[in-house]
């Protein structure tokens, strides 16, 4: 019972970011010079959709399965592991710091930051491996972009 309460609250958050990213996130960071059928915006739009569509379906796939829907008004059933929620604050403090610095440090410095420092603070403690994958997985991601589908990313101090 208090597991579909959690699933429900989880799917209201995707629900609630997804429109976030949507309307506020995407439009301020990504820049559109040309109007394409598929722009710069489409792939960060597709997938706020479908996070939205997936909490969406989790909360009612979850209320579904609720057989006891006074359930969800029992304040018992939302109790706070407050280790749990600082490590998710944390989490989600870094993504947003990680979005403000690609503009200043660039996509390939920033995510190679940001890929190290989240393997570490998940578990991952071969420092000499965690730098490696994090530059790798950076320049590789953006390689991608720029010259395959031709998406400008921002270089910030790199020349490239």
Known sequence: MKRHITDIVYGFVALVFSLYCYAYLIPKHIRVRAVYMADASAFPRLAALV????????????????????????????????KSVLRQAIFIAAMVAYLEL???????????????????????RALATNA????????????????????????????F
Do not use: E, H
Not at 107 to 118: G, K, P, Q
Not at 136 to 158: C, D, K, M, N
């Open 51 to 82: 996070i939205g569509c997936a909490g969406l379906l989790l909360i009612v796939s979850r209320l579904w399965m609720l057989t006891d829907k006074r359930a969800l008004l029992d304040k018992a059933n939302y109790a706070v592991n407050g």
């Open 102 to 124: 690609i503009p200043v440090l660039g996509f390939v410095i920033a995510s190679s930051v940001f890929t190290f420092a989240m393997l570490y603070y998940f578990g991952a």
């Open 132 to 159: 490696a994958v994090s530059v790798v997985y950076s320049a590789a991601v953006y390689a991608l972009f720029s010259r395959v589908f031709q998406i400008s990313l921002a270089t910030g101090p790199l020349p």
